[in-house]
């Protein structure tokens, strides 16, 4: 069955639930690190609330999108550095949402992820919308910012020592991970393989997602949570149980990039950081 901006959004909600109940009952506070560029949870989630807002008006006010899409290059493009960048981008999006108090900002979020949707189930399905990277279709954006929001979330259960609830939703963040194949080559300047690895993963629910030429040589094989953990750069693929076969997939593993933005590197091994 052919996958709908209702059910991207129903997935979207769903994901943002689970990262709601914990920010709002979990053992954290709003200044809490969270392992991620030097952020805190409420960095985490404003974040959330600032790219909700450029995207509900790249859906439903394109020419005002363009304003406030320069406006965010320009407040968060100090430094090439990726700590410094992402430092410049949390403070940007602090000055935007003003002085915000905890539920206030979470109130905030819910009010903006309704607006989202609403924007999202008034375009149709077909209907391009431009973004960071360029055009791109309505669905293909609710998918991103469902990957954001699973990501980013990854790191505030991090930092809670919380293990997230996964679902059959989660097949969207992998299929993500799976559209950016050639930005992550792209990116850093080097050729894209014309062919992508054949990947063979267990979901939540046991079940087994594939995609791609089971012929092919170059294979990933593992647990679905761990793919989106690398393709997210959340997660270094030697500290996950995904096993590669192949010089390309290896390589794909290594660089793998889901947000747009200059190509940077995901964490190091753990045993590189002893």
Partial sequence: MATTIAS???DLREEAAALRALVTDGP???DTPVPFMGWTARDS???MVLIDRLATLALADPFRA???RA???RG???SAQPQARFRAIADYETLRL???????LLAAWDRGLDELCAAALATGEDSRVEWFGGLMRAASLVSARHMEVWAYGQDVFDAAK???PDGARLRNVVEFGLKTFGFSFANRGEAVPPAKPFITLTAPGGETWEWNDPASPERITGIARDFCLVVTQRRHVDDTGLLVKGPMARRWMEIAQCIAGPAMDGPRPVSARI
Avoid at 99 to 104: I, K, M, N
């Fill in 45 to 47: 989630i404003e974040h």
């Fill in 8 to 10: 991207l959004c129903a």
């Fill in 98 to 104: 003003g002085v915000l108090g905890w539920h206030q």
């Fill in 66 to 68: 363009v304003e406030e």
């Fill in 76 to 78: 968060t493009s100090s």
């Fill in 162 to 164: 919380v293990a997230r």
């Fill in 28 to 30: 954290l506070t709003p």
């Fill in 71 to 73: 406006a965010f290059v």
